[in-house]
């Protein structure tokens, strides 16, 4: 400040700070200023005189002008405060310059959560930061603003606190497929979503029921806010089944059911196939119908029920199927006449299962040829002479009955027609039978035995190889003068002792009838 004199009020003074322009009023120019950086400053003051007077400078090198940093006052608001575990929480730091400091501060504040960092550098623009997290855990929390200052204005910090409590969730529980049959696998997925404001993926464990009947005892692990349990054993019927979230540090519990759509089991489809042994047969000849059910996809499980067998519209016989047959059952008769007879079976369904049924089956009861019975190997009666008068032995109807053909009912893809074969029956085959072939030959039974019992039951897939090794092995081993000039009889015959190839090819069995034996 620089003081002159001369007329009062009528002459303008200058006093510069190399930069501004006061007036001189009264002796006395003023100049206010904010702009002086921090440190320490002289002031010169130049008059620049008058008509009157001569100009004169003055400053204050005595006692210069220090400027220090200006004081600020943070404050902390957090909004929404309280809040739920995942919801946004935002804290909004404000940094205030205390009197008589002025002007706008910069820099950054840091927020902390105790000891734990939670952002740092965010920057003040206006003289404010703030942040936003949703990783607060439930709890109380002290949260910390700290301003750093800037080269006009000191540090400063403020904190407040924030409550952050566990969200509500909503558990939902839908299956997959909606409707199944007995023993298909339905998969029941259960999802568990927070309720807004929450957020977040809820962890721990679901456990499922169907009444008070626990499905997943100790619980599914939910990850990613869903956890799914798969079942084949749902009874037929409509389940309803509820889902259990127990909830977690940071969610509540919440439950759920698909009491909307239930899940719907029906009954599963059946298949039944029937087979037949021997076919065709004699006449008073044991027949074994043999029958399986079993579950067609994409049910599953072993049907039980009532097997009923029918010879066209009449009732033959019926069988009961238990969950320990494994859906197999054979019915035996001897009583079928002469002919031609259509054999069905009915499967009467379960509580599990449908019905089905294998109809029109065609089983050939034929009258036995006397003098073929008497061509077979031994003639007649066990123990008889494989090469003398066996053939005598064998009279009557009853030795008639025990020897028979054999027919293999089953289809090949490269035939038209069913491959015929002979051989005794599986009844007289059997080990400890007494067939003929008896001198030496009941190891040879056995094995044919059970090759043909094993063929039978894998539903002849190589009929043909075991023909021709079946019946080599009794052409060599019981071989009658008598019987036969053939070597064996199935789709191709060979004269004995033939080797030529086109005389073998040129031997073909009927489709309808197998060849008999011819007499020597």
Request: glycine share 12%; hydrophobic share 30%.
């Amino acid at each position: 400040m620089v003081a002159g004199s001369g007329r009062r009020g009528a002459d303008r003074r200058r006093v510069s700070d190399a930069s501004h322009l006061a007036d001189l009023v009264g002796s006395q120019a003023t100049f206010t200023s904010t702009a002086l950086a921090l440190g320490s400053h002289t002031i010169t003051a130049l008059y620049s005189g008058d008509f009157t007077f001569s100009g004169s400078q003055g400053d204050n090198s005595a006692s210069p002008q220090v400027v220090n940093k200006g004081a600020t006052t943070t404050l902390l608001v957090a909004s929404p405060n309280p809040t739920v575990s995942g919801q946004p929480a935002v804290f909004t730091a404000i940094v205030l310059v205390a009197a008589p400091a002025a002007g706008g501060p910069t820099g950054s504040v840091t927020f902390m959560d105790g000891a734990a960092t939670l952002a740092t550098n965010v920057s003040v623009s206006g003289g404010r930061a703030s942040f936003s997290t949703t990783s607060l855990a439930v709890g109380t929390h002290t949260i910390t603003a700290s301003y750093s200052g800037d080269s006009d204005f000191l540090a400063s910090n403020a904190s407040a606190t924030q409550i952050v409590g566990k969200a509500q969730t909503k558990t939902m529980l839908t299956s997959s497929p909606s409707t199944s049959v007995f023993g298909q696998g339905v998969v029941f997925t259960a999802t568990v979503n927070p309720v807004p404001p929450g957020g977040g993926s809820p962890t721990g464990t679901v456990d499922f029921k169907e009444g008070a009947t626990d499905l997943t005892p100790g619980g599914v692990t939910a990850s990613g806010g869903r956890a799914t349990f798969s079942s084949s054993r749902l009874a037929v019927g409509s389940h309803t089944l509820t889902a259990s979230y127990g909830g977690s540090a940071g969610f509540l519990p919440s439950s759920g059911s698909n009491s909307a759509s239930p899940q719907v089991v029906n009954k599963a489809a059946s298949r039944t196939v029937l087979t037949a042994f021997p076919d065709p047969a004699v006449f008073g000849q044991v027949i074994s119908f043999m029958v399986r059910v079993t579950a067609l996809a994409p049910g599953n499980g072993t049907p039980t029920g009532t097997l009923k067998f029918l010879d066209g519209t009449t009732t033959i016989g019926s069988l009961s199927l238990s969950s320990a047959s494994a859906g197999r059952a054979t019915f035996t008769t001897a009583s079928l006449t002469r002919g031609s007879h259509a054999i069905s079976v009915n499967y009467s369904g379960d509580n599990n299962f449908l019905a089905s049924s294998y109809a029109n089956f065609g089983e050939g009861v034929q009258d036995h040829d006397e003098r073929e019975s008497k061509c077979q190997p031994g003639g007649g009666a066990p123990g008889g002479d494989l090469h003398g008068d066996g053939a005598s032995q064998c009279a009557g109807e009853r030795d008639a009955h025990r020897y028979g053909y054999l027919q293999g009912h089953y289809h090949r893809a490269r035939h038209g027609h069913p491959d015929w074969f002979w051989a005794s029956d599986l009844q007289h085959v059997r080990p400890g039978s007494g067939h003929p072939c008896h001198h030496g030959e009941l190891r040879w039974r056995q094995q044919l035995y059970e090759q043909l019992l094993a063929q039978y039951r894998r539903g002849y897939p190589e009929l043909r190889e075991t023909q021709r090794r079946c019946f080599k092995q009794r052409s060599e081993r019981c071989a009658d003068r008598r019987r036969s000039r053939y070597a064996y009889r199935g789709p191709q015959c060979a004269r004995r002792g033939s080797s030529d190839p086109a005389e073998i090819a040129g031997h073909r069995a009927s489709s309808t009838r197998p060849h008999r034996a011819e007499r020597g």
